[in-house]
């Protein structure tokens, strides 16, 4: 990997790629810790296993609406449950209460959603946002820009759930963290076919003691070498901070960066509404969430195909192709690698800065 040498001139350069805090929060990014109301949000149904944020008045179409097929076909009966679920258990992929494939829309419910219950704590450790701490800490070694990139499972609760963080310095290229992450909820799968990451991984992590633990253990092992300061470049990194529970307000992200380029072009071409589309687009695949089923089912790996760094033109692999005539995510099933996604996401900002008109 090349060097890049560390200047202030460079860093001046770097710093302004720096998006505005309206900018990352249109993108996705949270930049302030939840309130209380919001935390509550992120309870679940017993039932149907949907948030109370999903339920909200906004939501409640959706999740009242009656499936295509229901309607298409007249004689089955559409239950009028507001909270469908199927009762039963799934064996060998198929519901127990009703014997349809797991991938089946819900054959019961009942009147009203039961958010189920938390213990003291449980939904701030699992879902509050925490903002890089001053640096403070005897033995860090915070650098001036680093480049970050997560892989994520899926959790039995249905939510994207940290499995490896890798953060590499900027200049250097020194991989300052690439380690699995032992998930601190239960999993239904890693999704390993597209985050490279098995259950054999993690347990050899834990073996050689490089596991680090839950999201927690993630942060701390990051904020030995980010502190307020830090420029964290990332592509599309919203779901990685989201992930990490991590609020950081000086975030570089390729993506965000090209998308304003492309815009600016064709904007330039009048061409403005397709592009916009193209951006609306992808934005929503890559900030899109599955709605899990009860007891999560197997159809969710299926939603996941449509990964954000995955296809369009401005994913990373298609940006590093056309910017840097260079292939990644070439290994098809084995799925992506984060260091891979780290380094080709510096790569990337390395260019931009480098070629400073460009289209
Ligand atoms: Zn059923
Ligand atoms: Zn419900």
Redesign the pocket.
């Known amino acids: 990997m090349a060097i890049i040498t560390q200047s202030e001139a460079y860093l001046v350069e770097l710093r302004n790629l720096i998006e505005p805090e309206d900018v990352l929060r249109s993108h996705g990014y949270i930049i302030r810790p939840l309130t209380d109301e919001q935390l509550l949000s992120k309870r679940r149904?017993l039932?149907?296993n949907?948030t109370i944020s999903q339920?909200t008045p906004s939501n409640t179409n959706l999740s009242d609406q009656i499936h295509p097929t229901d309607v298409a076909d007249k004689t089955v009966q559409v239950p009028a449950f507001r909270?469908k679920?199927h009762p039963g258990q799934v064996v060998r992929k198929h519901w127990s209460c009703c014997s349809q494939h797991v991938t089946a829309n819900p054959c019961g419910g009942s009147d009203v959603?039961?958010p189920r219950s938390y213990g003291p704590g449980e939904l701030a450790e699992q879902h509050q946002f925490h903002p890089t701490p001053d640096a403070l800490l005897k033995g860090n070694d915070i650098r001036a820009a680093v480049a970050l990139d997560c892989e994520m499972g899926t959790a039995v609760s249905g939510d994207r759930e940290l499995i490896r963080v890798t953060l590499i310095d900027y200049f250097s290229g020194a991989v300052l963290v690439d380690n699995i992450v032992q998930p601190d909820v239960p999993m239904q799968h890693l999704n390993t076919r597209f985050s490279g990451v098995s259950w054999a991984d993690v347990r050899k992590a834990k073996r050689e003691g490089s596991c680090l633990n839950g999201k927690a253990g993630a942060r701390r092992a990051l904020w030995t070498f980010v502190g307020p300061e830090t420029v964290v470049v990332g592509h599309g990194a919203s779901g990685d901070l989201r992930a990490l529970r991590w609020i950081h307000g000086r975030i570089v992200d390729s993506f965000v960066t090209e998308s304003n380029t492309k815009k600016r072009r064709e904007a330039a071409n009048g061409d403005k509404k397709q592009v916009e589309a193209e951006i609306v687009r992808t934005s929503v695949v890559r900030m899109s969430e599955r709605v899990p089923d009860k007891n999560g089912n197997e159809n969710v790996g299926k939603k996941q195909k449509n990964r954000k760094k995955g296809a369009g033109s401005l994913s990373l692999k298609t940006l590093v192709k056309t910017r840097l005539d260079r292939d990644i995510q070439t290994r098809g099933r084995e799925g992506h690698d984060s260091l891979e996604d780290a380094i080709a996401a510096r790569d990337l900002i390395h260019w931009i800065i480098s070629n400073p008109v460009h289209e």
């Open positions: 149904c039932g149907c949907k339920l909270c679920y959603h039961i």
